[in-house]
Structures are given as C-alpha cells and as structure tokens.
C-alpha cells in the first residue's frame, strides 16, 4: 500500500516553454502532498506543501508564479514549471500524506533537463 | 528550527560487513525520526521511522535505528551489508504528527565492496 506515482518520470524542453508534472496517489487519499527539488548529489529541499482544495504554501525563495500546485483532488497534485530555463534543471520529487499518519509516501521523481 | 545533520558524505563498506550512518538532530520537543534509502534516479523508500515508546526501531531490509535522546542522535545500522544496499540514505526529522516539514539531512552515499 500506500505507492505515490509521478509522470513523466523524464522530460526534456526547449528555454521558455513550460512543463507539467504529475503526482498521484494511486492507492490511498492524500490530504498533503509536498514537492521537493533535488540537486545532483545533494539533499531534497522542500518546495512548497498543499492540501486538497486549497492554494499551496511555497517555502521562502520557491517563486509561486513560476513553480504553480494544483491538488485539485485527493487523489493528484501538479506541478507546473512556467518559462522553463536551464536553471530550472532538477530532480523533482512529490510525496504524499494520508489521514492522520505522519509518514510521507514519495513517488519515483522526474528529471527535468532545459535546454 | 529543526535541523538534520550526517557527518558522513561517503562510506565504504565490504560486504557481509557492519554497517552504522550518523545522523544528528536538532529539535526542541520530541521529535518524530525518519530514514529513507534513495537508488540511482529514484525516489525516496521509507527504512523506518521512530515517534515514540522503544528506542530501538527495526526497519524494512535488516535495518534498525536507535533514538538517543541524551546524544540527539538517530543513527542507523545493519549487522551485514549486501550489495544491494549501496545508495544514497538519508535521514529526516518532521516537527509534529502532521507530517508537515519534514527536514533531511545532506545524505550519506554508502558504496560496498565485494
């Protein structure tokens, strides 16, 4: 139980154009969900967290009109890169929390490359 | 602020040998520990997790941990390691039950030999 999907689990896209990235909860409701970034080698840093039905809370320095959460259903939550740069090349990874556990479920990432 | 700190960037181990990753905390209550174990290119797996009661927790794959308050150190080990377990661990402390802010610390990558 409790497997947390990402699609695609790669992409590639040209500077300027933006991306989209899913994240489902494929057998439990997820009340939380959390985007992470990961740089290579280096630790995830949490993006910002959003709960079903209601705007995201984006951690200080993560620009919310850039890095825009849907968690429309309990079920999904997206992560849209907006103008997309090289910069934004990352490992992104969600996670999701059900009820009243504490434990996050993490999906399998996506690997962004901006070209 | 919480905080979460591996000593250890890279271990090497030999198989069939020990194993213990440090990890550090900083946190003013209780807090709620966590250590996951991360492959090439692929998410985060749960190894376990302690909230309360025993201090010493087991885990999936042969791990355990121990919570030492006095030393705020959650620190985990496995009596033998199998080739298999080369990966990037991390450990995490969460603030309260509602799983919220989960803070990780910068990853230990561990490599065995044969």
């Known amino acids: 139980g409790a497997v947390v999907s990402q699609h695609p689990s790669w992409v590639i896209c040209k500077s300027g154009t933006s991306v989209k990235i899913e994240c489902r909860s494929l057998d439990f409701q997820a009340t939380t969900m959390f985007w992470y970034r990961q740089f290579p080698k280096q630790s995830l840093m949490l993006m910002a967290t959003?709960?079903?039905?209601?705007?995201?809370?984006?951690e200080q320095g993560v620009e919310k009109d850039k890095f825009l959460i849907n968690h429309a259903s309990l079920t999904l939550s997206t992560l849209t890169v907006t103008s997309a740069h090289p910069e934004d090349s990352s490992f992104y990874i969600c996670?999701?929390?059900?009820?009243?556990?504490?434990?996050?479920?993490f999906g399998p990432g996506t690997r962004l490359t901006v070209t | 602020a919480q905080s979460v700190t591996q000593p250890d960037i890279h271990i090497t181990v030999s198989e069939g040998a020990s194993l213990e990753l440090r990890c550090n905390y900083s946190?003013?209550?209780?807090?709620?520990l966590f250590w996951y174990v991360q492959s090439p290119g692929q998410g985060l797996q749960l190894l376990l997790k302690?909230?309360?009661?025993?201090?010493l927790v087991q885990g999936i794959k042969g791990f355990e941990a121990e919570f030492k308050r006095s030393q705020s150190s959650f620190n985990l080990r496995k009596p033998s390691v199998h080739w298999s377990d080369a990966a990037e661990y991390f450990c995490?402390?969460?603030?309260?039950?509602?799983?919220?802010?989960?803070?990780f610390g910068g990853g230990t990558r561990l490599m065995v030999k044969p």
């Open positions: 302690y909230f309360s009661g025993d201090t």
């Open positions: 946190y003013g209550a209780t807090p709620y």
């Open positions: 995490a402390v969460g603030a309260d039950n509602a799983g919220n802010m989960l803070t």
């Open positions: 996670s999701a929390r059900g009820g009243v556990r504490p434990e996050q479920y």
């Open positions: 959003s709960n079903e039905g209601s705007k995201a809370t984006y």
